[in-house]
T-cell receptor, first 113, second 113 residues
Framework: DADVTQTPRNRITKTGKRIMLECSQT?????MYWYRQDPGLGLRLIYY???????NKGEISDGYSVSRQAQAKFSLSLESAIPNQTALYFC????????????FGPGTRLTVL | AQSVAQPEDQVNVAEGNPLTVKCTYS??????LFWYVQYPNRGLQFLLK??????LVKGSYGFEAEFNKSQTSFHLKKPSALVSDSALYFC???????????FGPGTRLSVLP
């Protein structure tokens, strides 16, 4: 969905390196999310933010941190990457209404060697 | 706590045949239920949702889903499968008071020509 963009799309890095994944959206949504996708496990929530001053841990936040620089931007950092953080990472947005769906970015494939 | 199960890792159907992808859920209170599809190298795309009302919900690309409260199920269906329907399908749930979505592990649908 072009309304939600992620950079980079692919990244290979080494154990111990700090990595930042970026997400931008033009949908005007307040809520933003970071997920990781692993085969057979579906999507697991890492962090979420309901507005610029609101950051919350998700199911699997250990080893990750986030920054909500603006309503439209939400970055995910891996402080010291490890091989089991190799995964597909998705950013998503939604508006305030619980009945409405999320909109996903195209994903970032991260490989940690 | 909310949870979603998709009991089949893989579903194979012949083109032109009807397809069903199964989903069961657990949530306190009234559920909001969603289906998403993921094509290779793409983010998740919204297909349809159940919020309230008619138990049969129609969505994109000819897909529909049937909400069954007594069986806590929300199975995705299509009367006549296309090869282009081959993709990974995710069921997700959110309760009316919940902040976040919970995703199932995904079901890979293969439509054979």
């Amino acid at each position: 969905d072009a309304d939600v963009t992620q950079t980079p799309r692919n990244r290979i890095t080494k154990t111990g390196k700090r990595i930042m994944l970026e997400c931008s959206q033009t949908k005007g949504h307040d809520r933003m999310y970071w997920y990781r996708q692993d085969p057979g496990l579906g999507l697991r929530l890492i962090y979420y933010s309901f507005d610029v001053k609101d950051i919350n841990k998700g199911e699997i936040s250990d080893g990750y941190s986030v920054s909500r620089q603006a309503q439209a931007k939400f970055s995910l950092s891996l402080e010291s990457a490890i091989p089991n953080q190799t995964a597909l990472y998705f950013c998503a947005t939604s508006d305030l209404l619980s009945v409405n769906e999320q909109f996903f970015g195209p994903g970032t494939r991260l490989t940690v060697l | 706590a909310q949870s979603v199960a998709q009991p089949e890792d893989q579903v194979n159907v012949a083109e032109g045949n009807p397809l069903t992808v199964k989903c069961t859920y657990s949530v306190s209170g009234n559920p909001y239920l969603f289906w998403y599809v993921q094509y290779p190298n793409r983010g998740l795309q919204f297909l349809l949702k159940y919020i309230t009302g008619d138990n049969l919900v129609k969505g994109s690309y000819g897909f529909e889903a049937e909400f069954n409260k007594s069986q806590t199920s929300f199975h995705l269906k299509k009367p006549s499968a296309l090869v282009s329907d081959s993709a990974l399908y995710f069921c997700a749930v959110r309760d009316a008071q919940g902040q976040n979505f919970v995703f199932g592990p995904g079901t890979r649908l293969s439509v054979l020509p």
